[in-house]
């Protein structure tokens, strides 16, 4: 299958020397959601600014189904969206001129009806004759999503879309983005919200330093980098950790009130029955028992740190 | 070409002229109406004609070159500069369109907004002074024209300006008194020779000179002479645009 994006070798060195972009390779499927997940200033911006035209890359090439964003850009320009980080409107027009205004520029022929349809499906139907500077944050970060779906794009970006909204919009939001990529759209978002990745992505991408230093399956990623933890609150405190258990992975925590054991999902023996079977040979015994699974946030700092 | 594109530039940038009708039309007609008042029907009528042109009638093109030029510079500079300054020209550089559609909207719609207002000065100026155009179809070449020419000047002001004040600075400090002492208020043969050889090296004076003309056929240059220098001002707008669009100057990083 085509890659909707295809970014090979891209490089950006900025006039002050910096380097924002270094040998950035990656693929995008069509009607995948890809979340960029990176630390401010790792270069997710930048990134999807080249893709978008907005800066040129210092080398490499990105094309976008299957056409050069440099030498083909009205056919790969009319096919993106793109809702900034920044809250960037024209605060004196109204809802329904700006929107209808950014349909023409992406060459769309006037269709009120759809611009009626896009608006009532972000809730701002009832603010379309209202000014910008009259909106709330989380309104005008509506517009900027309706602007971007006024022409219709078969590819969406996101650049940190829930930043400053409140959790009902975040949600709606995430609703909204499966239902576009149900539809076929292609969506790549940046973001600082972990589980937003984790709610909506199909696939993650890390970035530090210019640098992708990691694009996987979202439950891949999980299952490989995540680790498992059995949680067992013992009745009576222990003061170290029985000899017949020392091979397994335990910590005592809580002083010595809790045993944590931490296995690997992907084997196929978990160890977790032995280890049971062993605690009740010691007579060790527990009035609790839970598990816990590491989070895409703890899986994105530990690969943050690594790479430090 | 993205005729619609074109069209959504243009028409956004015309909504503003409505949305700000006062600062936009009503001000400089009004203003341009004092000069008419004070220098036309006042101060003029103690002045003897100039090449057999009353003295009110004498200073209106001038007076209409000024509002023209100066509406063009601030329309077409304002135009390209507000996005820049809100962070909307993501949305220009990110769309369909090519570097002469942006121009053909944004320079389109501000030479639209000042002839228009040349033209209502003109309709207005005749309530003051009594007018003739001997050659109606130079006065609208000269008046689209000058509008086209300043509008791109305006649009570069626009990109080079990185605040406020830089919008401001040319079109009071340079373009007024360029029109002012380009021959709005006399004619150049009424300057000691210093001053008129000085005056050779306004580009503002060709223009009126030229303008004034196809009202009066009174001129301080030849009519050849006043296309040229149009015509070379335009080329170098061009220029300088063409540069701007490949290298990214002050739009792309």
Redesign the interface.
């Known amino acids: 299958m085509q890659p909707m994006i295809q970014i090979t070798d891209v490089n950006k060195v900025?006039?002050s020397g910096f380097q924002a972009l270094n040998n950035i390779n990656l693929s995008i499927k069509p009607a995948e959601i890809f979340a960029l997940l990176g630390p401010n200033g790792a270069g997710k911006t930048t990134l999807i600014?080249a893709i978008?035209?907005?800066?040129?890359a210092t080398s490499g090439q990105i094309t976008v189904d299957g056409k050069d964003i440099v030498s083909d850009?009205?056919?790969?320009?009319?096919l993106?969206g793109?809702v900034?980080q920044?809250l960037?409107?024209?605060?004196?027009?109204t809802v329904w001129?700006t929107v209808?205004?950014?349909?023409?520029?992406?060459?769309?022929?006037?269709d009120p009806a759809f611009i009626e349809k896009t608006l009532k499906s972000l809730s701002l139907w009832n603010k379309k004759d209202s000014r910008l500077i009259e909106l709330s944050g989380g309104m005008k970060r509506r517009v900027m999503i309706a602007?971007a779906l006024s022409h219709e794009p078969a590819i969406l970006f996101l650049d940190e879309p829930t930043a400053g909204v409140d959790v009902e919009l975040r949600k709606d939001m995430w609703q909204l983005v499966r239902q576009l990529r149900d539809d076929g759209v292609t969506i790549i978002l940046t973001t600082h919200y972990i589980e937003e990745a984790e709610e909506i992505a199909d696939r993650i991408g890390v970035i530090k330093n210019g640098q992708l230093i990691l694009v996987e399956d979202k439950i891949t990623l999980m299952n490989q980098l995540g680790t498992k933890q059995l949680i067992l609150d013992l009745k009576e405190p222990l003061t170290e950790i029985p000899a017949n258990i020392a091979d397994f992975n335990l910590q005592l925590k809580n002083d010595g009130l809790q045993l944590i054991y931490s296995y690997d999902t992907t084997e196929e023996h978990t160890g977790i029955s032995v280890l049971l079977q062993h605690l009740s040979v010691a007579g060790i015994a527990f009035k609790d028992i839970k598990t816990d699974q590491s989070s895409l946030e703890d899986i994105f700092v530990s690969l943050v740190r690594e790479t430090t | 070409m993205n005729r619609y594109a074109v069209a959504a530039i243009y028409k956004f940038e015309m909504a503003r002229t409505k949305r700000t009708i006062f600062q936009s039309i009503i001000s400089p007609v009004i203003s341009t109406s004092l000069y008419f008042v004070v220098f036309g029907s006042a101060i003029g009528s103690r002045i003897t004609e100039i090449g057999g042109v009353s003295y009110g009638a004498f200073i209106v093109p001038g007076l209409i070159m000024l509002s023209l030029l100066t509406q063009s510079i601030s329309n077409a500079s304002f135009g390209i500069y507000f996005p820049k300054f809100t962070g909307t020209i993501y949305e220009l550089l990110s769309a369909p369109v090519s570097s002469f559609e942006v121009l053909l909207g944004y320079v389109g719609a501000a030479a639209t907004k000042s002839t228009l207002l040349a033209l209502i000065i003109l309709a207005t100026a005749h309530f003051f002074v009594p007018l003739e155009i001997a050659h109606p179809f130079w006065m609208l070449f000269f008046l689209v024209m000058t509008a086209i020419t300043f509008s791109l000047f305006g649009f570069i002001i626009g990109i080079w300006a990185d605040n406020f004040e830089k919008l401001q600075v040319i079109p009071l400090i340079i373009i007024t008194p360029l029109v002012f002492l380009g021959g709005t208020f006399y004619s150049v043969s009424m300057l000691p020779p210093f001053w008129q050889t000085v005056t050779q090296f306004n580009p503002v004076f060709y223009l009126i000179s030229g303008f004034r003309w196809s009202f009066y056929e009174v001129a301080d240059v030849s009519l050849i002479t006043s296309l040229c220098v149009m015509g070379g001002f335009l080329a170098l707008c061009l220029l300088a645009v063409t540069w701007i669009f490949k290298s990214g100057y002050q739009i792309r990083k």
């Open positions: 900025y006039a600014s978008c035209g907005i800066v040129d850009y009205r056919h790969t320009r009319k993106i793109l900034p920044e960037t409107t024209d605060a004196f027009e001129t209808s205004f950014s349909r023409g520029l992406f060459g769309k022929k006037p602007k």
